[in-house]
């Protein structure tokens, strides 16, 4: 429509009054036009009456009939028409436009994200209470005065404002909004505003994850927010991560809590990224303190994505990419590992001749290969104002970089959500989920003959396949009747001359992968919240999250050394199933009255986990074939069979107490009490308070304009509170009984006995362990918050952590589990974001985070000493857990340089005094830590520990006219790796290419690094295996496009992006073995590298399009 | 949810106090000592039968280098220190046996002739583990009841008298209560007998240098006519001669288990003897001769050469050959050996726990020796009842049982007609001889006061290594005191 300057002389309307009263007359004429008429006090009789008759005459004209007969004056202000009593002769009508003039605006209102249109966005003219809200086409129509300014907002969305001009059309695209839609923070048990939260919360949106190439949800918390580490456990499709808030706070088992919509959660692997709407995680102890039980390493919070009413809506994305190993780590090769092996003079080598005029296999680059990923994902979702619903699938497949669908990783989800309000008073609703995958895993993680191991350790001299004739050791092995392994063209596999043990050829290895894992799994939950009165909410909510996994695996014949062999062809099975129910009923209760407003919250909560699983293992199948592979086609004598079955719950009750004050003085205060069926009667039940308060300084009357103008929000806070953790647990670890597991003794006929004896020691005692935690943060908006400044200072404590207890050995028996010492981890979180201004074509946001932490075991019980943790090779205890280190620092001999001569080894055993110690030039000078004048095991101490000292995530946004792009760069710094992949006892397995180039070649030739050696543990297990691990990787780095929506339109599409991103592809560190996340399943052996699977780095395109 | 809400049965487990009640409860009870005693790698190397080895003359260490099992190593060398995984996993599991023998003891009261005997056979097994522990240690904590955990910081190390006032009551109250071997069924000759518990009660008595008292118990069991020699020592060491005419003590192993690579639990107790493996020849470098059937294993307990050569000085031909065997012999026979650099090599192999094919089972022959470990024969109570009679004056009857040993067909040595010092000098070489790799050569040493003189420049330091130190756990957790020189 046309803009029109609105006068009074532009008006034009018919209207006839006969001996009516006035005020009648002036609210017809309000009707027939867009003014209202207000009345000063003066006017004494509004009764009087008037008669006249006006055809299409402008409304001046017809009010100047009126003032004549009145003797009323009207004086015209904008939309208002002022009526006064004169008393005049003349007629009396002022237009004051005052150019001023009146004109209808219209637009579309759209997301910037997905260019769909937003119905229900509020549109007022500030500083007034005109306004309009957009149609489901997200269209509206507004009549405005020049000058005016419109304000556009939508929850989820920022604030627009423009200035109305000469301009009749006005179309916006409403920015999501990151911050804004932290306005309302999912915490336990409800949400609250942000700008309320008193205790460290960190939120991730979905936005953040529709792109991400990552199987699981956890690894995309990678680098997101401050204070939360994630280390993979290996770089293998679908394996698990480790993930870390404010540091490793139990010897055991550290993973936070996960609540999936509203429910514990088992496990993480079979949400797809794509189904989350958004991630909270609770840091604190206050925030997490309403989880009680289990909250003690912090609470996940992860909401699914529902529909939203009327905005119907078809979603597909997809996604295909290729992955690949990324820096090799180079090994000797065949010359290189003759020499080494010569000059270290290991018995069994090649000699020159051998290796002549070949540089022999590179088994990185026969193991490792690209590997394809994808994903589809389809999305439905909408519903009117009553119910909303979202049903979704997706499909992931990943292949893996070694061995392709031998390490492979499949899954299905399907997701069914939806919310119906029935009554004004009832709203009901389900979350409902099942997912399907099939995982299989290759060997790793192992210093004793993983595949990895071995593509590290196998010797270069050795080919693949022999496709020329045999040589002689091989013959004598066919000779000898042994199974030896052919590749798919026919041919055997090489079988090495120098390595063997627990070795093979990681080739051929990799075809006797069999192995897979199947998981069903059903998650849901289904709630009614009641709402009374106004205010006051009743929930109940019933899930349950039931898991069926199977896991198969069977071993063909083979042979590689007489200790790598497999004579009888076997298999294996194990169906685990895991149910479990949780039940929650609470109230909240919203008060406000004056300034003061209140939330009070209490509920209980009960939780039934049941287990069972049952397993089995045969051999001697009768055809080498997957279809034999079975228990049922074998003779039984060497069937095997195992089960268990048990069943643990959690009772809970809990309650919180919000409090604010005109959003000035906020206050936060929460208790539970859990009982657990893991400890004994009397020690069940626990209580874990918190209190926080904070202080929005920036809301305070004499918060000065001047400095508000600059830094426009400014909020104290703190808090304390305390978390239960029983993980270590599980069920009757307390209670000592007589047991006949694994107790046979032959007798002297040959024929088993059985024997009964105390499983351990019992400790009734054992009692909840208690994580304590103060945090004070100050959260600071600045120019308009478009730069925000998070800092926290934390100080978490772990207390009675529940541990291995060590009783005297001459107690007798183990004391499994004991309340044993405190392990503080204490650091610094900072989070920074800038954007700049949104309504800018182009605009670009900048986020950054840093965490330092320390970690600390602080006290440990005087019974207990220290704790060994995980071997490496043969022999070394390489970790340990000690009061005043680190948890599971690295411990091994320390070394002080390379002896260069006989005369420096004399003159360092006559210093020392040090006897039976005999080393050689070249090899390391090895500290008497104890002094005891012996190099022996005692002397092992503290070389280094796997925690970083800090860690960071740096991401950048940068739009500009449909495009956009962004990196994202994560990384640690001050950790280190052990490199724990050789083996004192096997000389002859191969070293990295370091190891040849380094070395020390005599005297004066290099202090640092050891003359060429295979098997000495003052080498292997000391200090020179530990590296830093310091990395930064280059998380994504993304370029997309969104299509303009005059082309989608004409697609029928609301919206389409297509997009290429570059996963993992740079990573900057100077370990140099392969991969500086090399994780590990065990917590006793993080930052040990035993030969991990990496982390494959990836490039993938997608296109995600909205119908 | 109330409080039964949280009651939730714990699976697997009994009520102690409702064991201990029947006859078939205390069979279990005591099994389970056997079991633990015989737990010689249990979730690691930690085998008390090879500590006793290393520490002798008889043998190096061996493996691929000493890089490999370096608590082993150190072992051999004289080197260990109070974290030396091996002596700590030793004590522990003299103690874990100590344990369950204090229950059965404690709990059971001898209703019946059965329980009678099963608590007999748990006193004479405690006596085996304090006796460990006395002869290794010293002054060691003297445990019999369920340590009160409020006591882990306050027992300290009783006096070895009061130590060995235990052992002594312990065997001398089996004694009473304890069948003849022969009263026992085939399939349970593996039990402790009275002859066990007297031989024992005897080399206690020998330690303490109670001659009379130990040519006594002895004397028992030779008259008993419950044990004799068997043909040869590769009669006593192969599958017939387990449990057979000359066992008074073993630990029983089985083949039957079938293990592979896949299945053999590296993170339990195998019923397998896999120290047998552990022991063989090193198969990187062995070529076994076509005709015998020592095959291949990880080359530890490398004999040396000086043993070698004290066969030589005896002339005991046929005995050596049953064993220890020469490299030169290997490659007569036709087999080879191809690096005589390897670690702690000294050109020979160890015969008498063998790494013969014969000893396994299928389907995997490393894993699966079931070769028992002999803890105590008739050859050594003749021997102790020599050197006892020799020690109380009884020089005759000590010749006597002397030549009994060498006078066996596959021995065929002459008599030793000497006395006085000769004869104590033939007592030592026999006990040397016959029982190489037994794990009694280093405690003969040590209480011959020789342990210098053959062990001195092994590392051997007098006045620190005649005994292992005590576990490092136990002087910073428990507070014990730790042995001179650690």
């Known amino acids: ?1107 | 949810c109330g409080d039964s809400f949280l009651e939730q049965p714990i699976p697997g487990k009994y009520p102690e106090e409702d064991f201990y009640k029947t006859d078939e409860d205390v069979l279990l009870a005591v099994t389970n000592i056997y079991d633990l005693m015989s737990a010689q790698y249990y979730k690691d190397w930690n085998s008390m039968v090879i500590v006793k080895m290393l520490l002798s003359d008889n043998c190096n260490a061996g493996g691929s280098g000493f890089g490999d099992q370096p608590g082993y190593q150190a072992l051999d060398d004289f080197n260990t220190d109070a974290a030396n995984d091996k002596v700590r996993a030793a004590w522990k599991q003299c103690y874990e046996a100590i344990y369950d023998a204090n229950k059965v003891v404690n709990n059971v009261q001898g209703e019946t002739a059965l329980r009678k005997r099963l608590i007999a056979e748990a006193k004479v097994l405690r006596a085996f583990n304090y006796f460990d522990l006395v002869v290794f240690w010293g002054e060691v904590p003297l445990i019999t009841q369920e340590v009160d955990p409020a006591d882990y910081t306050k027992t300290t190390r009783a006096p070895k008298a009061d130590s060995y006032a235990l052992i002594e009551k312990d065997l001398q109250e089996a004694i009473s209560d304890l069948p003849l071997k022969s009263a026992y069924g085939e399939d349970e000759k593996f039990r402790v007998a009275k002859g066990t518990a007297q031989a024992l009660l005897g080399k206690v008595y020998l330690y303490q240098e109670k001659w009379a008292n130990a040519a006594e118990q002895f004397e028992e069991v030779i008259n008993s006519g419950e044990y004799s020699l068997e043909s040869s020592v590769a009669e006593v060491f192969s599958k017939a001669g387990e449990f057979g005419a000359e066992s008074l003590f073993e630990l029983s192993f089985t083949s039957a288990e079938a293990y592979d690579w896949g299945n053999f639990p590296w993170d339990t107790k195998p019923e397998s003897n896999i120290h047998i493996q552990l022991i063989g020849p090193r198969s990187d470098f062995y070529v076994k001769a076509p005709a015998d059937s020592l095959i291949g294993g990880w080359g530890f307990i490398t004999p040396k050469e000086s043993l070698y050569n004290a066969y030589v000085a005896a002339g005991d031909e046929s005995r050596r050959k049953s064993i220890v065997m020469s490299e030169t012999e290997l490659k007569d026979a036709g087999g080879n050996w191809t690096n005589t650099e390897a670690h702690d090599y000294e050109g020979f192999f160890q015969r008498k726990y063998g790494t013969f094919a014969g000893l396994s089972g299928d389907p995997v022959t490393e894993l699966n020796y079931g070769t028992n470990f002999r803890i105590l024969r008739y050859a050594d109570v003749l021997l102790m009842a020599a050197e006892a009679n020799y020690e109380a004056g009884n020089e005759g009857i000590a010749q006597g049982y002397l030549n009994q040993v060498r006078s066996r067909p596959g021995t065929g040595l002459p008599d030793v007609m000497a006395s006085g010092n000769d004869l104590f000098e033939a007592i030592v070489t026999e006990r040397q001889l016959e029982l190489a790799f037994e794990g009694v050569r280093f405690l003969d040493l040590v209480r011959w006061g020789r342990a210098v003189q053959e062990l001195g420049s092994l590392g051997f330091v007098a006045g620190k290594h005649e005994l292992l130190p005590i576990p490092a756990d136990e002087v910073n957790v428990a507070g014990l005191s730790q042995n001179a020189g650690y």
């Open chain 1, 1 to 1107: 429509s046309n803009g029109q300057k609105l006068s009074i002389d532009d008006i034009y309307l018919s209207i006839d009054a006969k001996n009516e009263k006035i005020t009648q007359v002036l609210t017809k004429i309000e009707r027939k036009t867009p003014f209202e008429f207000s009345y000063f006090g003066t006017i004494t009789n509004k009764s009087q009456r008037v008669t006249f008759s006006a055809n299409n005459l402008s409304l001046r004209e017809v009010l100047e009939q009126i003032s004549l007969q009145t003797g009323f004056g009207f004086k015209r202000v904008n939309d208002n028409i002022f009526v006064d009593r004169l008393d005049q002769k003349e007629p009396s009508v002022d237009d004051e436009w005052a150019g001023q003039e009146k004109v209808t605006v219209s637009g579309i209102v759209t997301s910037a994200e997905d260019q769909v249109p937003l119905p229900g966005v509020s549109i007022i003219v500030k500083g007034t209470s005109l306004g309009t809200i957009t149609d489901v086409n997200g269209k509206y129509m507004l009549t405005v005065e020049e000058g005016d300014v419109l304000k556009f907002s939508y929850v989820g969305f920022q604030d627009q404002e423009v200035t109305v001009a000469d301009q009749t059309v006005i179309n916006i695209t409403l920015e999501t909004d990151f911050e804004q839609l932290e306005e309302i923070v999912v915490v336990g048990y409800g949400e609250q505003k942000k700008s309320l939260v008193t205790g460290a919360i960190s939120s991730i949106k979905a936005s953040e994850l529709s792109s991400v190439s990552n199987t699981r949800v956890e690894q995309a918390l990678q680098g997101r927010t401050a204070g939360v580490s994630v280390l993979p456990n290996s770089g293998s499709p679908g394996s698990g991560m480790k993930v870390r808030i404010r540091g490793t706070g139990s010897n055991q088992g550290s993973d936070p809590l996960y609540i999936i919509d509203g429910v514990r959660a088992g496990s993480m692997e079979y949400l797809s990224p794509t189904e989350i709407e958004s991630i909270e995680v609770l840091k604190d102890a206050a925030s997490a303190a309403i989880y009680g039980a289990e909250g003690a390493n912090g609470v996940v919070i992860i909401t699914t994505k529902t529909g939203k009413a009327n905005d119907p809506k078809i979603n597909y994305s997809f996604q295909y990419g290729q992955q690949s190993i990324g820096d090799n780590i180079e090994m000797m090769n065949a010359q290189q590992y003759q020499q080494y092996l010569e000059e270290a003079n290991v018995p069994i080598r090649p000699t020159i001749d051998d290796v002549q005029g070949i540089s022999g296999t590179n088994w990185f680059d026969e193991v490792f290969e690209n590997a394809p990923q994808q994903r589809h994902s389809l999305t439905f979702s909408g519903g009117n104002d009553n119910s909303t619903y979202l049903v979704s699938g997706s499909y992931f497949a990943q292949e893996g970089i070694a061995g392709g669908d031998k390490s492979k990783f499949e899954r299905f989800t399907v997701r069914v959500n939806s919310d119906h309000k029935i009554k004004p008073w009832l709203k009901i609703g389900e979350r409902f989920s099942y997912s399907h995958f099939d995982r299989s895993g290759i060997a790793e993680d192992d210093e004793f003959g993983s595949v990895i191991n071995n593509t590290l350790a196998f010797d270069p001299v050795t080919p693949v396949a022999y496709t020329d004739g045999l040589p002689a050791h091989v013959e004598a092995a066919l000779a000898a009747g042994h199974p030896l392994v052919k590749n798919s063209a026919g041919y055997y596999y090489g079988i090495s001359k120098y390595l063997t043990g627990e070795y093979g050829n990681p080739l051929a290895r990799l075809d006797l992968e069999k192995g897979n894992t199947v998981q069903n799994k059903i998650v849901g939950n289904f709630y009614a919240e009641l709402e009374p009165v106004k205010g006051l909410k009743v929930t109940s909510r019933f899930g349950i999250d039931a898991s069926f996994l199977r896991e198969h695996d069977w071993t063909p014949t083979y042979w590689f050394s007489s200790e790598r062999l497999n004579t009888v062809a076997n298999g294996s099975d194990k169906q685990e199933n895991a149910f479990s129910w949780q039940w929650e009923n609470f109230v909240t209760y919203q008060k406000s009255f004056q300034d003061h407003s209140f939330t009070f919250l209490a509920g209980m909560s009960a939780v039934k986990w049941l287990y069972n699983d049952i397993n089995g293992s045969y051999s001697g199948l009768f055809k080498e074939d997957e279809k034999f592979s079975y228990g049922n086609y074998v003779p039984d004598d060497q069937d095997r069979i195992g089960s268990y079955s048990d069943t643990k719950t959690l009772s809970s009750y809990f309650g919180r107490v919000s409090y604010d004050y005109k959003g000035k003085y906020l206050f936060n205060a929460t208790v539970r009490r859990d009982g657990s069926s893991l400890l004994s009667p009397g020690n069940q039940w626990g209580t874990f308070p918190s209190v926080s308060a904070g202080w929005v300084l920036s809301n305070e009357s004499f918060y000065p304009v001047s400095v508000s103008n600059v830094m426009s929000h400014v909020k104290l806070r703190a808090s304390w509170g305390q978390n239960g953790n029983l993980a270590n647990l599980s069920i009757g670890q307390w209670l000592a009984g007589i047991s006949t597991e694994g107790i046979r003794y032959p007798n002297s006929a040959g024929n088993y006995l059985v024997g009964a004896s105390l499983t351990s020691l019992s400790n009734p005692d054992l009692r909840w362990e208690t994580s304590e935690q103060i945090d004070v943060g100050v959260e600071l908006g600045f120019f308009n918050d478009q730069l925000n400044v998070v800092v926290d200072y934390f100080e978490k404590t772990t207390k009675d952590l529940i541990t291995t207890g060590t009783a005297p050995l001459f107690a007798g028996k183990e004391l499994p589990f004991i309340n044993g010492g405190d392990v503080q981890n204490k650091g610094w979180e900072f989070e920074v974001s800038y954007r700049n201004s949104a309504t800018k074509s182009f605009s670009y946001e900048i986020a950054a985070n840093y965490t330092a932490i320390k970690n600390e075991v602080t006290y440990l019980d005087p019974n207990v000493n220290r704790i060994t943790g995980s071997g490496v090779g043969t022999g070394w205890t390489a970790t340990m857990f000690e009061e005043g280190y680190p948890i599971w620092y690295f411990s091994g001999y320390k070394t002080d340089g390379i002896f260069q001569n006989q005369e420096e080894i004399d003159a360092y055993l006559t210093s020392t005094g040090i006897t039976g110690y005999s080393p050689s030039p070249g090899d390391p000078v090895v500290v008497d830590v104890n002094k005891d004048q012996q190099i022996s095991i005692a002397d092992q101490t503290y070389i280094g520990s796997p925690h970083p000292d800090s860690y960071y995530g740096i991401r950048a946004n940068v739009n500009f006219k449909g495009f956009d792009f962004l990196v994202f760069l994560q990384g640690q710094i001050g950790n280190d790796i052990l490199m724990g992949f050789n083996r004192t006892d096997r000389p002859t397995a191969n070293k990295p290419l370091f190891f040849y180039e380094d070395r020390w070649t005599g005297e004066g030739s290099t202090n640092s690094w050891f003359a060429p050696d295979g098997e000495n543990p003052y080498i292997y297990n000391s200090d020179l295996m530990v590296f830093k691990g310091s990395y930064a990787r280059v998380r994504q780095l993304q370029l997309g496009y969104t299509l303009p929506s005059e082309f989608t339109e004409r697609l029928k599409l609301k919206n389409a992006r297509v997009y290429v991103t570059l996963d993992n592809y740079f990573t900057f560190t100077d370990y140099p073995g392969l991969d500086p996340e090399s994780g590990s399943g065990d917590n006793n052996s993080l930052g040990i590298d035993r030969g991990v699977y990496p982390v494959p780095r990836t490039i993938l395109g997608g296109i995600s399009v909205t119908f």
